[in-house]
């Protein structure tokens, strides 16, 4: 596995290996012993599954709370999406900005989203499927969101407002600027 920084140096696009012949491949798509080497020691509780059946679904920007926060291992199983990590912590360098991924079955790569930044994704292709490893459980009480079309984010989606296929409980998340200091930065 190839583990490569992005412009925001803690989320890390992992990039695994494929073995191929005549009759497909196979991808060692974790390793507890790398993740620690490359990334850090972050155990994982809980493994999620979407399905989002139309083009232009869009699922996020979400983030727990402490002390339930969660770092996730995401990756596209079917389909394609454009995933989104935004640093929500309060004194970074990089608060506010974010980094893209394009995650396809067909590439296998997957992105690191660490506490403290909200993640979304929009789906590129129908019936894209996402499988994500999480470091805490869902919590309800600490669930929140940001809103994923916030212009201070800058963030160029594939789809407009008009077209994006969203939750309720999405288009009404608050933008960066109404957001309380949820996450603190330690350099």
């Given at each position: 596995?190839?583990f490569?920084?992005?412009?925001i140096?803690?989320?890390v696009l992992?990039?695994a290996?494929?073995i191929?012949?005549?009759r497909?491949?196979?991808?060692e798509?974790?390793?507890?012993?790398?993740f620690?080497q490359n990334v850090?020691?972050?155990?994982f509780?809980?493994?999620?599954q979407s399905l989002?059946?139309e083009?232009?679904?869009?699922?996020?920007?979400?983030?727990q709370?402490?002390p339930r926060?969660?770092g996730?291992?995401?990756r596209?199983?079917a389909?394609?999406?454009?995933?989104?990590a935004?640093?929500?912590?309060?004194?970074?360098?990089?608060?506010?900005?974010?980094v893209?991924?394009?995650?396809?079955?067909d590439?296998?790569?997957?992105?690191?989203v660490?506490?403290?930044?909200?993640?979304?994704?929009?789906?590129?292709?129908?019936?894209?499927?996402?499988?994500?490893?999480?470091?805490?459980?869902y919590?309800h009480?600490?669930?929140?969101?940001?809103?994923?079309?916030d212009?201070?984010?800058?963030?160029?989606?594939?789809?407009?407002a008009e077209?994006?296929?969203l939750?309720?409980?999405?288009?009404?998340?608050p933008?960066l600027?109404?957001?309380?200091?949820?996450?603190?930065y330690?350099?």
């Amino acid at each position: 596995m190839l583990f490569q920084k992005t412009l925001i140096s803690e989320v890390v696009l992992v990039v695994a290996k494929r073995i191929g012949d005549h009759r497909g491949y196979f991808s060692e798509t974790f390793r507890e012993d790398e993740f620690l080497q490359n990334v850090g020691g972050f155990k994982f509780v809980q493994d999620n599954q979407s399905l989002s059946a139309e083009v232009g679904t869009i699922r996020g920007l979400h983030f727990q709370l402490d002390p339930r926060a969660q770092g996730k291992l995401v990756r596209c199983v079917a389909g394609a999406i454009l995933d989104v990590a935004v640093d929500i912590r309060v004194g970074s360098p990089t608060y506010g900005q974010h980094v893209k991924a394009e995650l396809t079955a067909d590439n296998g790569h997957q992105l690191w989203v660490p506490p403290g930044f909200a993640h979304g994704f929009c789906t590129l292709e129908p019936n894209s499927i996402i499988s994500y490893k999480v470091t805490d459980y869902y919590s309800h009480e600490h669930d929140r969101g940001l809103l994923w079309n916030d212009p201070e984010l800058d963030i160029e989606w594939p789809f407009d407002a008009e077209a994006a296929v969203l939750s309720a409980k999405d288009k009404l998340q608050p933008k960066l600027a109404d957001l309380q200091a949820t996450f603190v930065y330690k350099a």
